[in-house]
């Protein structure tokens, strides 16, 4: 379903007012020292608006919008740092799910993924590529999938695991007998991972597709990780601005400072070039434009990040300041669904080099 530019506005607009209220730096860090690593009920509330069924055909129980309205949303989570299972059960297991299930696997698996009544997650691979598929498929599931992302929380469990020599997708009861989660530390705490373990653990294979089923899914997580990068780093740079402006050193505001203004300057395009990288490739849906994103967005947040603490000075690397959380949340972004290299390798392949 296709809304008009105005409409994804609307719904822009919807979400940044409701994380501004119930996703403050203060519930940002509440959550990160819970020991699920989410507010079920902000969920709740974000269910209300859509949002872990954005993906979801209309006929499934969910809203059946794109990839520019999911890039748009996505925007506004990463400037609010939310700690949530967006990505792995709105977008990754949903897609997934439509894109390999049978259409009993849809109307059993996909509305209560819709109303956020049940979260999902996919176990693939330590680098999200199909070649580093750890997990055999031979009527059981043996194998170990690390960083998964909130694993701990899922009901919904798909692995991708590898069935000779293709891929297939399976799906894993919580309850399955050889069957183990074990959460991981963690450097960035407002997103949580799981190494999932299976030892002849019993599974259901959903339809028969592969590979292509798998990158469609990483094709549009790749976007929403990409918009949730461009939020977060223009959040973290406007923040720094206001900083400038408002920090007095020897009479004058820092950010009057030649130094600072060309660092500030260098910064802002790194934000728009994030954004302009973000919003095309959900609009193009190219493997190159999400190459593109996956890469460029993932290096400009973290650039922007690093030198927010440092116009910041000795206040940015304070804990309490929350610089340093839109940087762990840079770096820890930038190795979801395959880090640079694996982004720009793929770009050039879809340049014919």
Request: proline share 4%.
């Amino acid at each position: 379903m296709a809304i008009s530019a105005a409409e994804t506005e609307q719904l822009r607009e919807a979400v940044r007012d409701l994380l501004a209220d119930r996703c403050t730096e203060s519930d940002v860090r509440r959550v990160m020292a819970t020991e699920s690593g989410y507010d079920p009920h902000l969920w709740k509330q974000l269910a209300e608006l859509g949002l872990p069924g954005l993906l979801i055909a209309t006929e499934y129980g969910g809203v059946g919008l794109g990839a520019e309205e999911l890039e748009a949303v996505a925007e506004e989570i990463g400037a609010a740092l939310l700690p949530s299972p967006f990505l792995s059960s709105a977008v990754l297991t949903s897609t997934l799910i439509d894109a390999a299930g049978s259409e009993e696997d849809k109307r059993r698996l996909l509305p209560a993924l819709a109303d956020g009544s049940s979260i999902g997650t996919v176990a693939i691979s330590g680098t999200w590529t199909p070649e580093s598929i750890a997990v055999q498929a031979n009527g059981t599931l043996t194998g170990t999938t690390p960083y998964v992302t909130f694993g701990q929380l899922a009901d919904v469990i798909l692995v991708v695991a590898r069935t000779g020599d293709d891929i297939g997708i399976f799906e894993v009861a919580p309850d399955a007998p050889g069957f183990t989660r074990t959460a991981l530390s963690v450097f960035d705490p407002t997103v949580r991972l799981s190494q999932f373990t299976f030892a002849d653990t019993p599974a259901r294979q959903l339809g028969t597709a592969g590979r292509e089923a798998v990158q469609k899914a990483l094709d549009l997580s790749v976007i929403a990780l990409a918009g949730e990068q461009a939020g977060g780093a223009r959040k973290i740079f406007d923040t720094t601005v206001e900083y400038l402006k408002t920090r007095v050193q020897f009479g004058r505001a820092i950010g009057s400072f030649q130094a600072m203004k060309h660092l500030a300057a260098d910064r802002l395009l790194e934000v728009e070039s994030a954004t302009s990288a973000a919003r095309h490739a959900a609009a193009d849906g190219s493997p190159g434009a999400i190459a593109l994103a996956g890469f460029a967005c993932a290096e400009a947040y973290e650039t922007v990040a690093l030198s927010a603490i440092q116009m910041h000075g000795g206040i940015g690397f304070t804990w309490e300041h929350p610089a340093h959380l839109y940087l762990r949340r840079a770096r820890s972004g930038a190795q979801l669904f395959g880090g640079s290299r694996l982004h720009r390798e793929r770009y050039l392949v879809s340049k014919g080099a």
